[in-house]
């Protein structure tokens, strides 16, 4: 997948890059379920769901890794896996649920 596939996918007016730094917003509130999390966005009022709980994983980890591949590796997602993940993150970058880190 291509940096312009990934920004593509984040929507108009969103800068998506995998290889940069990211963390879940603070106004953001994760509720594990079975599934996955439902996702709070306090600011927006919008509820949402991280559908995989390795998505889950990926979220809470991108803070604790220097990039958004990084996460996606630490949380065991396949290769084959990996462009729908980025996908799905660009997403949650265009809705405000992930941020990038100051």
Do not use: N, W
């Amino acid at each position: 997948m291509s940096t312009k596939d990934i920004a593509a996918a984040a929507g108009p007016g969103v800068d998506f890059d995998p290889g940069t730094a990211y963390r879940c917003s603070p106004q953001v509130s994760l509720r594990p379920e079975p599934f996955g999390a439902l996702v709070y966005h306090f600011g927006t009022r919008k509820l949402s769901f991280l559908k995989t709980p390795e998505l889950v994983a990926v979220v809470k980890g991108l803070e604790h890794h220097p990039d958004v591949h990084a996460a996606v590796e630490a949380a065991g997602v396949t290769e084959s896996e990996r462009p729908a993940y980025l996908r799905a993150l660009a997403g949650l970058a265009a809705s405000g649920t992930i941020e990038t880190r100051p």
